[in-house]
């Protein structure tokens, strides 16, 4: 019983975390666009008058996407165009299942590991699924009846194929150094430090490997660099090109959450996880009495000269727009206010003198925002990237994949085989 | 292009640095971060005009919806001499002359049109008219309408009107 309810637990963070990062990474798109081309981006839609910078956008977009009508062009494939989205979809969210996001989590006696399923075969399972995902894109593809979703379907099988190759192979020598394919043990190797100052990470051990990896990544999530399947100026809008209401959400919502994933994955094999670099589990527990007031009091502090921010706007912008928009700094300030009240009245529970029970649950819940924050940092990355990188010519594609990416991961595999045999 | 000879598009025209893609990454990653900061701390200076709340200020000579001058006396100082019509481009200025009552001034214009969806705002008109009476200088570009029939203006509406926006 118990344990089906912490899964379920799990299952609902995991997920939450996934949609809910969705329309967060949506939102970072266009706005991180809109900045680098200096633009303002999106900032109209608003609910009551509160926009945040944007963010209500995906709110409209997603309304506006649920109430449009479905069409459904003539001469296509009935079951496979209509099972394509879906396949997408629920092939984008599985991955999940297998992601450490914390250490273990200790509740009265029971320690519960923060991951949702930890199979011994984890990184099989990931490239398993993760190869299912093309089948999504070449059945909307080829059941559309059109050429250019053809087109796009096939440009993706083709890539994907070619990058899972280089993506398999730059794995292998992270699973040389580790001696396991179980993800909660590849982070937990990656707990200690290399000569007493770096913090063993993947990519401190396999730097090559991490850069491959992540340009597999970058490739598998169809992202610019690579996002061939969609080429705006060749093929109109790829593979999805024929779908439109929901259908085309999810498509849409799919590729993002393959982005989510992906920035979850390199979080998770090359950039340690949970884990956070010079404060392992033993430090935070042991020194929970110092650390726990540090946190809240440094919480405190941000969110208090945030909202000191919010409200100099407030006033400073009292009645500029005229309508309830003007309302909108001074809430956010309240919101930030309040945070940081709270900040400052949990001291009254005196943290300094926290029990081990609160300061192992302190522990776990930093490391487990270690993670998320970790898994922000590359989704940002991959906006970054989409927005600084012109797109590759197919065949540069073809060329940077099979000719350039192979005999590195081939390299680095052989190299690092060596130097753990020698070992 | 110098292309070295080499097989096009494999980089035969870049140095082994830029062919490498990863330092060329970074700088590129370098160039575009400093934009998004520079534009997260420094939001006033961005070019971008908020439309509905603030309006593009444009320069004097900005030719946007034309008006017809008026006499002391409140009529129209064009004399229907059809220069503007016949110069007109896009053919979109309709007059109809008559016989002006003061024997001084030959004519008047019974009818003045201007379609403005047909207009190309060029200027002409205000440059052919021999007495000044069309003008371009009312710096009203929002031309907007519910449908076709209203942007088919009169000479009332050109002698008086000064709404911005909505016709």
Known sequence: ?423 | MRTNGKQHGYGGDMVFRERVYVGEILRGLWITIKHVLRNIFHMKDMPTVQYPEQKPVYSDRFRGRHRLMQRDDGSPRCVACMMCSTVCPADCIHITAAEHPDPSIEKYPERFDIDLLRCVYCGLCEEACPCDAIRMDTGIYEIVADSREKFFVNKEFLLNDDTHGTL
């Not at chain 1, 707990?191 to 850069?211: D, E, R």
């Open chain 1, 1 to 423: 019983m118990e344990l089906v309810v912490s899964t379920l637990l799990k299952i609902v963070f995991m997920l939450v975390l996934v949609i809910g990062l969705v329309p967060v990474v949506v939102w970072a798109d266009r706005k991180g666009s809109a900045f680098i081309q200096d633009r303002t981006g999106p900032n109209r839609a608003s609910v009551a008058g509160i926009r945040l910078g944007g963010l209500v956008h995906p709110i409209a977009d997603v309304v506006k996407l649920l109430f449009k009508e479905d069409v459904r062009p003539a001469n296509v494939h009935g079951a496979l165009y209509a099972l394509a989205p879906f396949i997408v979809f629920f092939v984008a969210l599985l991955t999940y299942a297998v992601i450490p996001f914390g250490d273990y989590l200790e509740i009265g006696g029971k320690q519960i590991p923060l991951v949702v399923a930890d199979l011994d075969v984890g990184i099989l399972y990931i490239l398993g699924i993760a190869s299912l995902g093309t089948y999504g894109l070449v059945m909307a593809g080829w059941s559309s009846n059109n050429k250019y979703t053809f087109l796009g379907a096939l440009r993706s099988s083709s890539q994907m194929i070619s990058y899972e190759i280089s993506m398999g192979l730059s794995l292998l020598g992270l699973l040389l150094v580790f001696q396991s394919l179980r993800l909660t043990e590849i982070v937990a190797g990656q707990g200690g430090l290399v000569w007493g100052f770096l913090p063993q990470w993947g990519v401190v051990i396999q730097p090559l490997g991490a850069l491959l990896f992540i340009t597999a990544v970058f490739a598998e999530a169809n992202r610019t660099p690579f996002d061939l399947p969609e080429g705006e100026s060749e093929i109109v809008s790829g593979y999805h090109l024929e779908y439109s209401s929901m259908k085309f959400a999810l498509f849409f919502m799919a590729e993002y959450a393959n982005l989510v994933i992906g920035a979850a994955l390199i979080t998770t094999l090359f950039f340690g996880g949970w884990n956070i670099p010079w404060l392992s589990r033993e430090t935070i527990t042991g020194n929970a009495g110092v650390l726990l007031p540090l946190f809240l009091g440094l919480k405190a502090l941000v969110t208090g000269i945030v909202a000191v921010l919010f409200f100099r706007r407030a006033a400073r912008e009292r009645g500029k727009f005229g309508d309830g928009r003007d309302r909108e700094p001074g809430l956010l300030g309240g919101v930030f206010a309040v945070i940081c009240a709270a900040s400052v009245a949990s001291f009254a529970l005196s943290p300094w003198r926290a029990g081990p029970e609160v300061a192992s649950v302190f522990a776990s819940l930093l490391q487990v925002g270690a993670f998320v924050g970790k898994v922000v940092f590359f989704c940002w990355l991959f906006v970054w990237v989409r927005w600084t990188l012109p797109r590759f010519r197919y065949d540069q594609l073809m060329g940077l994949g099979w000719k350039v990416m192979l005999p590195l991961a081939l390299a680095n595999l052989v190299i690092t085989a060596v130097w753990t045999a020698l070992i």
